[in-house]
């Protein structure tokens, strides 16, 4: 698996680390899950215009806020599908 940004080039850094999890012999839908995320992750910097490589912790907190709230891409290829929202992130006990 390869994750390219905008302009089709590869995303070195997140490459290298999908091909550190299949050297480990982790098992493809663990690479498939881990692309998307980081896909995500990556998506979300360039479009805030964040340097993905180094969060502050505010930008972090704004993006736990973001993935909450905006809806998540549909599954369904019907028109009209019920609109899906991630959970609130678990806060661990003090």
Not at 22 to 28: E, I, K, S, V
Not at 66 to 92: D, H, I, N, Q
Request: aromatic letters at 8%; glycine letters at 8%.
């Amino acid at each position: 698996m390869v994750i390219d940004d905008e302009d089709l080039e590869l995303h070195v850094e997140a490459c290298a680390y999908l091909a550190g999890l299949r050297g480990a012999g982790r098992a493809f839908n663990t690479e498939k899950t881990y692309a998307g995320r980081i896909a995500l992750y990556l998506s979300y910097c360039r479009g805030h215009g964040l340097d993905w490589a180094g969060p502050s912790l505010p930008q972090l907190m704004a993006m736990m806020r973001w993935l909450v709230e905006e809806p998540m891409p549909s599954r369904s290829r019907k028109p009209g599908a019920a609109v899906r929202y991630r959970s609130e992130p678990v806060t661990p006990p003090a």
